[in-house]
């Protein structure tokens, strides 16, 4: 068969196998079907193409769609750097977006990514026959964008979106609570007071308690506000908002100098009294009441018993990863154990994840924040991260940043550089290294003669420079001009923010927080009722 037979007959076989259902013709003549795209997307997946071949068959098919569960095989396969190409490709062929986990994970990366990502999660890159975020976006996807604007505290942006999700709401919408706390959210993010009437309290007193619990670290306070709205009302919050308002509490208790690493363990206890036999096998209770590292806890009768409301005891519900991680804390920067007891401790750590992988990395960061701070051993501390690696600790873990992982590498480098590249090779899909780092490379393998891999890091200190805003960027280094001088290489050149943060005259005249009358309101609730 010759060359030009077998592309007619595969493009035969192709345009059979994409509309061989009549149906769809049937219901509209008119349609274009989508079927092509998504059979040449699924087609790749399974031969495990490069992620450019999946971004430029949206070009070729610029108004077809693909199904949700295309959409989240894609983006587990797709590099994260063409995110944003691939986004504004979904939104030009008029994709429907819902917010699946794949499609937050879509976000979060372009909210905190490069400008041009940000520009592209802002909708700014281009002009669109209609607001995508009013004809594309679900509802849940709408306030997932509105969370990641809060989140990174872009105010004008988050009321601007704020004000389009209110307009796609009637009046008897039942989505007004979620409205009422996103926008409470905003306000107490800027100290500002939220909005409170029978119908809004429920949906936000765990912001107002994070705000006293974790930013004010006023602990009265907030407990004489949580003990106010629980006496106020008969109201059943659910479990994930539970969760938030322990968490911040337990925050504020460990911040609190009187409270030992026995008082917060005795509360965790307490409010999830399923978490006893996690503590126990990390080795957590053992070290904690008894010093020593050991899975089995020996003396029970020990263990405090705190009165706390029965609407925060979660009964069979097992801890959040963030309440074991308060805990680990506690113990680590409180009792400071030695090096041996810290090793003991982690590997009860590894063992326990072998059967329970954990979705984040923020127990591993306490334990890399403990050694590196207070003992001062940044190999030890590179020792337990790549022990966390061969037990595949990141399997559930999206690319992140760890401000403990950077701060390793960064002092690793300066002991042996060698050995800090190798580890970073080995988590450059998983975390995302700041300025910090590929400065401290640079500096290091200059220093031992290694130039053509300094310049190396030296042009991605340069391309991390670029793809973060200005006013963030990190360039002041001491040494980085003697470093181009030397070796010749281009000097860095900053430039203005050209998208800054704006400040909002909305915000800024609403009445700030008030303590006083969020206590009155509630105690106003309590006589209505």
């Known amino acids: 068969m010759t060359g030009i ?52 068959y949206f070009k070729e098919h610029p108004r077809e769609t693909i199904g949700a569960a295309t959409l989240d095989r894609v983006l587990e396969h797709l590099s994260p750097t063409l995110y944003r190409e691939f986004f504004e490709r979904l939104l030009v062929s008029g994709h429907k977006f819902s917010a699946g986990s794949q499609a937050k994970r879509l976000l979060t990366r372009l909210c905190s990514g490069t400008v041009a990502e940000r520009a592209t999660f802002l909708l700014k890159t281009r002009k669109y026959p209609q607001n995508p975020f009013l004809s594309q976006y679900s509802d849940d996807m709408r306030v997932t964008t509105i969370k990641r604007l809060n989140e990174k505290t872009y105010t004008h942006e988050a009321l601007l979106f704020l004000n389009l999700y209110k307009s796609t709401l009637t009046p008897e919408s039942g989505r007004w609570p979620q409205y009422y706390r996103l926008w409470n959210d905003l306000m107490l993010r800027h100290g500002r007071h939220p909005v409170l009437n029978a119908s809004t309290v429920h949906s936000s007193i765990d912001l107002i308690l994070r705000h006293y619990f974790v930013v004010e670290r006023d602990l009265e306070k907030g407990l004489k506000i949580m003990n106010r709205y629980f006496e106020a009302t008969d109201t059943e919050l659910s479990p994930s908002r539970i969760d938030s308002i322990n968490l911040a509490f337990l925050k504020c208790l460990s911040a609190t100098p009187a409270a030992s690493p026995q008082v917060l363990v005795s509360y965790v206890l307490t409010m999830y009294p399923s978490s006893y036999r996690v503590l126990e096998q990390v080795g957590l209770l053992s070290m904690i009441y008894e010093n020593r590292c050991g899975p089995v806890f020996k003396r029970p009768e020990l263990l405090l018993k705190p009165n706390i409301r029965d609407e925060l005891v ?49 127990v591993l960061d306490m334990f890399l924040s403990y050694m590196d701070r207070v003992h001062h051993r940044p190999i030890f501390a590179a020792r337990l991260l790549e022990s966390f690696l061969e037990k595949d600790g990141y399997s ?20 042996d550089v060698s050995r ?23 500096c290091n393998l200059d220093r031992i003669g290694e130039t053509d891999a300094a310049r190396v890091f030296y042009n991605k200190l340069l391309d991390h420079q670029a793809s973060v805003a200005p006013n963030h960027a990190i360039l002041n280094f001491s040494k980085l001009g003697h470093l181009c001088y030397k070796n010749k290489w281009p000097v860095p050149q900053l430039s203005r923010d050209s998208t800054p943060k704006r400040r909002s005259h909305e915000i800024a005249n609403t009445k700030k927080l008030s303590y006083t009358e969020i206590v009155d309101f509630l105690d106003t609730m309590r006589t209505n009722s």
């Open 420 to 442: 800090a590249v190798e580890l970073a090779n080995r988590l450059r899909n998983i975390i995302c290294f700041d300025a910090r780092v590929f400065y401290s490379f640079v």
């Open 5 to 56: 037979h077998r592309q007619r007959v595969l493009a035969g076989l192709r345009q059979i196998h994409c509309f061989r259902d009549p149906g769809l013709f049937a219901q509209s003549p008119h349609a274009a079907p989508s079927l092509c795209l998504e059979y040449k997307i699924n087609r790749a997946l399974d031969q495990n193409v490069a992620s450019e071949h999946l971004v430029r």
């Open 314 to 362: 979660c009964g069979d519900r097992m801890p959040p990863l963030d309440v074991l991680a308060i805990v680990y804390r506690s113990l680590l920067f409180s009792t400071r154990p030695s090096k041996l007891q810290t090793k003991v401790l982690f590997a009860h750590y590894l063992d326990f994840i072998q059967t329970n992988p954990p979705s984040s990395s923020l």
């Open 396 to 415: 559930k873990a999206a690319k992140i940043h760890s401000t403990a992982v950077n701060a390793v590498l960064s002092r690793l480098a300066s002991l």
